[in-house]
């Protein structure tokens, strides 16, 4: 029962015994503090700079057996206060969130089947336009006809998802390992393929990046087909912390319930 913690490079960040940091790129970036690694045993380490996080996630799929499992990254974790919680807003301006713990998100499996981040917004009124806005919009018609082949059931809610304007972002999750091996397999089977048809040579080192952005747009396609029971939980990025912006919510709502 394990977060790992998803990095490319060593970081200092105070975390508990339940989050354990999961190298990845690993063939390529340094490990001075012997981090676990995604390139042992089971691996795709090498599609790291196409792939992101995803290298992580495949090495837990193939490797791994805890019961509950989940990924974080080293900068962004799930918060132990719900996004409109006064509590939320006094732990950002404290300037040091702490992550949920592990024990906490445990408890929550009893009820639900995955704790995921909550949903945001997108700006251009739909997720594809929002993938068309940021990316390429040809690798999203390769991926649909991917699905539409190998998995056609799900091309309603892949249509659905991408004609609606929320969505879980970041790859982050906590859930049992049987439900995250069913999502790999369906995921990494629509994302090989994917792969097989586009041509990132061209693109920059962010484009390249292609199937971890994907990926993100896949989870909440996944999750809508398959309708498990889920948590949300409230995100914070520690590179990002607004004290200036958490006041200013406090002040608000305290006016406001007042």
Avoid at 118 to 138: D, L, R, Y
Avoid at 168 to 183: G, I, W
Wanted: proline share 4%.
């Amino acid at each position: 029962m394990t977060m790992y913690v998803i990095t490319h490079k060593e970081f200092d960040y105070p975390i508990s015994k339940s989050y354990i940091p999961l190298l990845v790129g690993a063939n390529k970036n340094k490990n001075p503090r012997g981090y676990l690694a995604d390139n042992t045993g089971e691996n795709i380490s090498n599609k790291n700079p196409n792939y992101s996080e995803l290298t992580g996630l495949y090495w837990l799929w193939k490797n791994q057996s805890d019961r509950n499992i989940g990924i974080s990254h080293y900068r962004r974790y799930f918060s132990k206060c719900t996004s409109n919680s006064m509590l939320y807003y006094r732990t950002l301006l404290s300037g040091a969130p702490i992550p949920i713990n592990v024990s906490r998100l445990d408890n929550y499996l009893k009820a639900y089947d995955w704790v995921v981040p909550t949903p945001e917004t997108v700006e251009e009124g739909s997720m594809e336009k929002h993938f068309i806005h940021c990316h390429n919009e040809k690798d999203l018609i390769v991926t649909r006809k991917v699905i539409e082949e190998l998995y056609p059931e799900y091309i309603s809610s892949f249509d659905n998802f991408m004609h609606g304007d929320k969505a879980s972002f970041l790859n982050m999750f906590y859930t049992s390992k049987e439900q995250m091996d069913n999502y790999c397999e369906w995921l990494f089977k629509i994302l090989f393929e994917v792969e097989k048809r586009v041509d990132i040579t061209d693109y920059d080192p962010y484009q390249k990046r292609l199937f971890g952005f994907l990926s993100e747009r896949l989870f909440n396609v996944w999750l809508e087909y398959n309708q498990p029971n889920i948590k949300y939980l409230a995100t914070f990025n520690t590179d990002l912390i607004d004290r200036g912006w958490a006041a200013r919510q406090i002040k608000h709502k305290v006016l406001r319930w007042n």
